[in-house]
């Protein structure tokens, strides 16, 4: 994937352009609000990563600029505290996802992978698929194996969420965000209690796992290896 | 002037003077109205005095002039015309002429009362009588009455009473006219205070130019909150600098504790030595914001993001959120949440302190541990309550649990920051209720009381004034400091896409 970085701090933005290209990304850096704007407007990347707060031009209305230039790929803005206000003006402004900073590389590079197959999702989704695990968006019911799993909404809305970013890793950060819609780190292990949950819905036949947990990190949901 | 300012009025410190006052200049009208009654009195028994000397002077004139008979005739006139009494007698004592009532006055001057009716009841006169040997051997007796006087002093005191009455009223009068004039300069300082206390930093006593004690107090007071204020501004400005400060440095570090471990692969203990330091390092990061956090809650500067809130939902979304942690843990969850009761607050702020309430009673609680959670509607408010049957806090630690980084030492070993609760103190007060920590015997009850009846209070004029101070003292935009809620556009519920 092109990626752009627009980022003023240099050693945040080497240090993010290098695990973007070692990670086999194209990533371009811009270090200033104009430079990343223009470079923007060429229309060539299909990520731009903006920081909020940029010298010359701030990082919200760099992106106001791009929409309105008709540049419809996904923008994830970093912004510097979690401020609530600051993340709703970043998505209202055009931004489809938001980073507090300091990050960690691994949580970046799993939004950007989730955010990068976004234009695709155009086409309308009603049945999710996963190995034998099948999902169906309009009667909300959810099979395994032909087997009717009875979830509870806010298991089902977590497998979905799992499901819609199957084979990509998804953050603990991620899921609070998406599925509860917490903000916050609620310090109690409630998504790693969730999914264990789900597992021990999804399996109760033994059957393989297909939820797996990256260490550290978070989870993924692909078919058995 | 209401009627219930009236006693407030009476009793401040500027009434109490104009009453003292009010006596004091009684009294000296009281000694001078004495003092000039005195000396009236004198000057009138002066006049009746001289009037009846010159009376006989002119009688024993025309005695010596015209002789006997022309005198009686005189004083026969005299008696019919004039006010005063007269009495003529010849030698043996006989009246010859003149109508005075009294019969044998003895020579000189004499006073003498007597009954103007023959019963004796009623009022009585009292003749100023000077009565003389004349040159012929008769005796003349010149009298005035003293009820001209006595008239004169009664209407005199009848109007120094009403006089007095009439200075007294004034006075009172005027002295709650001062009063009230002081009161509402007292107010303004009083109205300026409060709202100092309720967070708008920025206010200031009015002065009116007149360079009085009040002005002059107003302008002290007003030094002292300016001085204040910077002192307070000063810290904000300080500790989120520190904050940021070391945010930016602390996130490279993880950052590059990141980047080593990718490459320490392979090397497991360096790994988990590794691991371990970006833990520490998160954790270290994250106090630092619930400490930034916390401070920008107590700071007020988010109330203008605050909508109608339906608890009942946020907290039965917590409870759901954290049933299958508790379960995990060996503890039971039991709701009962009343539906639909709203108030009006911040949803993001209010969820993450009833989840730190969650949080705080799964963690401090020993296994097997029923937590309770209610949600009801109490008169004018709605209280949330989280109620664990754990080991609860002394009492005398009760109210020291909702500080920053206040723990119990049988805690120490549990995970956390510590600020747990104190965020959800700063939450309360920006939300204007009432949060109280109590004994659920056995354990721990908090109760959350919002009241629905009273909005909190924050002036969004006040907030303006503030961050255009903090414009002008910062420099803008500044990553650290809050931007001014009223620059940022309403909050609308918007749904990440899944």
């Known amino acids: 994937m092109r990626v752009l970085f627009i980022e003023d701090d240099l050693e945040t933005a080497n240090y993010v352009v290098d695990g973007l290209r070692r990670s086999g990304h194209v990533a371009d850096h811009a270090a200033d609000g104009q430079d990343g704007l223009l470079r923007g407007l060429s229309g060539c990347y299909e990520i731009i990563i903006v920081d909020r707060m940029l010298p010359t031009l701030d990082g919200l ?50 939004r950007i992978s ?78 790693e209690s969730q999914i264990s949950r789900l597992r021990a819905k999804l399996a109760k036949d033994s059957q393989p796992e297909l939820i797996h947990t990256v260490r550290g990190f978070g989870y993924v949901i692909k078919p058995p290896s | 002037m209401s ?21 004091v200049l009684a009294v000296s009208v009281i000694i001078i109205g004495a003092i000039v009654y005195w000396a009236l009195e004198i000057s009138l028994e002066r006049q009746t005095t001289e009037r009846i000397d010159a009376d006989i002077g002119l009688l024993k004139e025309e005695l010596r002039a015209e002789g006997d008979s022309e005198l009686i005739e005189e004083v026969q006139r005299r008696s019919d015309v ?77 109007a120094a009473g ?80 520190i904050a940021h400060a070391l945010r930016t440095p602390l996130g490279r570090l993880q950052q590059k504790l990141e980047a080593a471990r990718k490459t320490a692969l392979g090397n497991p203990s360096y790994e988990t030595a590794l691991e371990n330091m970006q833990q520490e390092m998160e954790g270290i990061l994250s106090t630092f914001s619930a400490l930034l956090r ?39 969850i039991g709701a009962d949440i009343a539906p639909s009761l709203w108030t009006l ?43 664990d049957d754990g080991l609860g806090v002394p009492p005398e630690t009760r109210d020291l649990i909702f500080e920053r980084f206040y723990r119990l030492d049988r805690s120490a070993n549990t995970e956390g920051t510590g600020l747990g609760l104190a965020f959800v103190a700063a939450v309360a007060g920006l939300h204007g209720s009432e949060l109280s920590a109590s004994d659920n015997s056995p354990g721990l009850r908090i109760e959350l009381r919002f009241d629905v009846a009273k909005p909190p209070n924050m002036l969004p004029t006040a907030l303006l004034r503030a961050y255009k101070a903090d414009r002008v003292r910062y420099g803008h935009p500044s990553p650290h400091l809050e931007k001014h809620p009223s620059q940022r556009p309403q909050r609308k519920p918007v749904r990440l896409p899944i």
């Open chain 1, 61 to 110: 209305r760099i992106v106001k600029t791009l929409r309105s230039a008709g540049v419809d790929a996904p923008v994830l803005f970093l912004t510097a505290l979690a401020e609530i206000d600051d993340r709703v003006e970043g998505l209202e402004g055009g931004g489809d996802d938001y980073l507090t900073k300091p990050f960690a590389f691994s949580e970046l590079m799993a």
């Open chain 1, 114 to 191: 989730v955010l990068g197959r976004r234009p695709r999702m155009t086409t309308v989704e009603t049945i999710l698929r996963v190995a034998d695990l099948e999902m169906d968006l309009i009667a909300r019911r959810v099979r395994r194996g032909g087997a009717i799993i009875n979830l509870q909404p806010r298991e089902f809305q977590l497998l979905e969420y799992l499901m819609r970013n199957a084979g990509r890793v998804v953050t603990r950060t991620m899921l609070l965000e998406k599925v509860w819609e917490f903000h916050f780190d609620p310090k109690t292990k409630i998504v």
């Open chain 2, 3 to 23: 009627l219930s300012r009236l006693p407030r009025l009476v009793r401040t410190a500027s009434f109490g003077l104009a009453v003292l006052y009010a006596a």
């Open chain 2, 82 to 158: 004039l006010g005063l009494e007269y009495l003529l007698l010849d030698a043996k004592g006989t009246r010859i002429a003149g109508t005075m009532p009294v019969l044998s006055p003895a020579l000189g001057w004499s006073t003498v009362e007597l009954s103007t009716n023959r019963s004796g009841a009623g009022s009585s006169r009292t003749l100023h009588i000077h009565s003389v040997e004349l040159d012929n051997g008769m005796r003349l007796s010149v009298a005035d009455d003293y009820g001209s006087i006595e008239d004169m002093r009664r209407a005199w005191i009848e």
């Open chain 2, 162 to 241: 009403w006089c007095l009455i009439a200075f007294l009223l004034l006075s009172v009068a005027g002295g709650l006219l001062l009063s009230r004039r002081f009161l509402r300069r007292v107010d303004t300082i009083r109205i300026t205070a409060e709202s100092i206390i309720r967070g708008d930093l920025e206010s200031r006593i009015p002065l009116h130019g007149t360079n009085d004690n009040f002005d002059r107090l107003s302008l002290t007071l007003n030094q002292m909150l300016d001085r204040i204020q910077a002192l307070m501004e000063g810290l904000r400005y300080m500790s989120n600098h």
């Open chain 2, 294 to 332: 916390i401070s920008k809650i107590e700071a007020g500067a988010r109330q203008s993001g605050f909508s109608e809130v339906d608890l009942s939902a946020l907290l039965t979304t917590v409870c759901d959120a954290y049933s299958a942690a508790a379960e995990e843990r060996g503890k039971v």
């Open chain 2, 345 to 387: 607050g911040d949803k993001e702020l209010l969820t993450e302190a009833m989840a730190n309430l969650f949080d705080n009673a799964i963690k401090h609680t020993p296994a097997g541990a029923h937590i309770s959670v209610s949600l009801y509607r109490d008169r004018s408010s709605i209280v949330a309550s989280i109620a």
